[in-house]
Structures are given as C-alpha cells and as structure tokens.
C-alpha cells in the first residue's frame, strides 16, 4: 500500500488567505494540512507516502524536512500544475503502477483522522468515501449511489444515469492494483488526446462508468471534514478545529 497526495495547485481561489503558499502548508491547530496527512498516513499498512508538488513546491520540500515520519516519504514535481489535475495524476503514474494498493488523497481536506482510517480498514478494492450530509450546488463533487454501487461522480450527474441517492465525494480514494494500473493508462489517454486541463476525477468517473461493480462507497455521514477552497472555508476550518479536538472530532456548531 502507498498513499499519494495531489498537492500539486496554485490555489487561486484562497487569494490573500494562501498568503502565497501551496494549500497543504495551512496551519491549524499550530500544525500544516500536510504534517497531519504524513501523520495520519504513518502506520506499518503504507509503505511509502508520494506528495506530487507543483506550486511553489521547495516550500514543501522545507516543510518536509522538518515533519518526522517512520513511512518514507518521497516527492514528484509537476512543472504543468497551471494546467489540470489529470497532469498531476499523470505524473504519479510510475508509482500508480507498481503493483500495490494506493490511497489518492487530495491536500487541502482538514479532516477526522478516522475517516481515512475507513480507507485502510475496507474491504473493498477499489473504493469511495461518501458524506451524504452535504450543501446542494455545483461545488461538491457528487456521488450518486444505485443500490451498493456508486454509478455517477461528478460535480454535475448526468441526468440520463439513474440513482437511489447521493452525497458528496470527501476526496480520498482506494484501488487495488488492477484498478490504479487502469488509472495511469486512463490519464495517459487525456493528455495523449489534448485534455490536459480535465480534473482527475473525470479519469476515474470514466473507470467507474466502464465497470461500476467494481467500486464500492465507505459512509463517512456525521465525521468532520473541509476542503479547503476559499477564504471562507480557511474561516470554517479553524473554527471546526477550535471547537473539537482532532481526533473523532466533529462538526463545530453553526
């Protein structure tokens, strides 16, 4: 098993509130978006912890050499991170196949420690996280679930897929090594046919859209998460954070 974080994005729409750093070095609680993951990441189950950098990334590089971790950590610059995060999956692509599991995870989500535990104690292959208690608009990436199976993940479903209900996608993926394999040649097909500014998440909606019963959904309902997209959640987060504690924590009121 390795984890791979995307931290790869400029992060435009934080404006002032990035004070001109990638999103992964925000701090809360006196510690960065990324020495929590490397922290939660560093358990005997991962075998190395992958961080695909971009923007401004030697201040990740600083970052990391001050964050102690058991689990090796190693990094990958993109030097296309104005273009799409599909480019940044690509980049990861020798370390996608090397024939174990993968935890994806994006690097602006402040969230509960046990919610990525969910990822490392499932016992499917390839898998989602899904909060079904979400605000409605075009932001959330959704997950629309028939049945068992996750059959739709968009920010805007297709209206002809039919579903039983859905939620929103938290940003932290498991696939076995047949399906990360996959991954990289789908990646791969988007640069290769002038795609290059897609989000990653359309590569693997069209993985989910070829073999749905392949994928199953983890319930995260009622944990505490953010991501971090604008001044407004940077506000929400530290306030999340003040009013709990990290682990188990929960959503602060409103």
Partial sequence: MKAIILAAGRGERLGDAAAGRPKCLLRFGGKTLLQRHIEILDRPETGRIIIVTGFQHEQIETALAQIKSR??????????????????????????????????MDADVLYDPNILGRLFDTRSGNCFLLDRDFEPGDEPV??????????????????????????????????????????????????????????????????????????????????????????????????MYENSVLTGFRHAPE
């Fill in 71 to 104: 689990t090796p950590v190693q990094t990958v610059v993109n030097p296309d991170y104005e273009l799409g995060s599909i480019v940044s999956l690509h980049c990861a692509r020798d370390f996608l196949a090397d024939g174990a599991d993968t935890i994806l």
């Fill in 142 to 239: 959704k997950l629309c679930i028939s049945g068992a199976v996750p059959v739709e993940f968009r920010k805007i479903p297709d209206r002809a897929i039919s579903w039983d209900y859905q939620g929103e996608s938290v940003g932290f993926f498991r696939f076995n090594a047949a399906m990360s394999a996959r991954l990289v040649r789908k990646a791969g097909e988007y640069l290769d046919t002038g795609r290059p500014m897609e989000p990653y998440e359309e590569a693997i909606r069209d993985l989910l859209r070829e073999t749905p019963e392949l994928f199953r959904v983890e319930d995260i309902t009622g944990r505490a998460w953010i991501e971090i997209d604008f001044p407004a959640d940077v506000e929400r987060a530290a306030k």
